[in-house]
């Protein structure tokens, strides 16, 4: 079965800082892979995602993840954290019908001046 | 175009009474999504429609849950005999296409929060 395994539950940057959020997959097969980031009271908005093209995908607002199928990783990565950047952020994974979202138990992201 | 539209956006129930919650997907979707997120958790899938067909609802508890998605009209997920346990965010996503096809950027709605006193 697809299951995706955030490492962090809360990560703490301080504004202009880089940005690393963590997230391992586990799929028998290749799988598809996103970001999704839910700020404060809303609803959730796709940030990336992958889909066997290129490993490394650049996505909304800076952010980029690279797929590494040695490692079974997806790890969200941004150069420079902006205040506006502290959300929830899930990384997730389709399963292999492609009729559902597999959501990780999400990140906590804080962003401090 | 408006977004995916969820109502109501809070909804308090005493145990015992029904719940139900409305979605309208965006303009030019014909698939609806329905997930529950549980204070601290993520988003859980509960179940994936097309217009007058139920494509998967393996995520859906066997009781008291129902959802449809009329030819005309909302997708509505109903809850009966609500519980405490059913307290939480409850988000519908639609899509253009669905399944395979679909590139998995679902378009989510601003959530129903449900308590249950």
């Known amino acids: 079965a697809q299951s995706v395994t955030q490492l962090d539950s809360h990560v703490s940057v301080s504004e202009g800082t880089p940005v690393l959020l963590r997230c391992n997959y586990s799929?028998?097969?290749?799988?598809?892979l996103f970001w999704y980031v839910q700020h404060p009271n809303k609803g959730l908005q796709l940030l990336l995602k992958?889909?066997?093209?290129?490993?490394l995908v650049k996505g909304i607002n800076g952010f980029e993840a690279e797929f590494k199928k040695s490692e079974t990783s997806f790890h969200l990565t941004k150069p420079s954290a902006h205040m506006s950047d502290a959300a929830e952020y899930f990384c997730v994974v389709y399963n292999q019908a492609g009729t559902a979202l597999i959501f990780g138990k999400g990140t906590t992201l804080s962003v401090s001046s | 175009n408006a977004g995916v539209m969820q109502n109501p956006r809070h909804l308090v129930r005493r145990r015992g009474q029904e719940a139900r919650l409305r979605c309208s997907p965006m303009?030019?979707?014909?698939?609806v999504y329905w997930y529950r997120q549980l204070p601290e958790e993520g988003l859980k899938f509960m179940v994936y429609l097309q217009k007058e067909n139920i494509i998967d609802e393996s995520g859906m508890p066997k009781e008291r849950f129902s959802a449809e998605f009329p030819k005309e009209g909302p997708s509505i997920l109903r809850i009966q005999q609500v519980v405490r346990g059913d307290s939480a965010a409850y988000f519908c996503a639609s899509s253009p296409q669905g399944g395979k096809l679909n590139t998995g950027e679902l378009f989510f709605g601003e959530g129903s929060r449900l308590t249950v006193l």
């Open positions: 992958y889909t066997s093209a290129a490993t």
């Open positions: 799929s028998s097969y290749s799988p598809s």
């Open positions: 303009k030019g979707h014909s698939h």
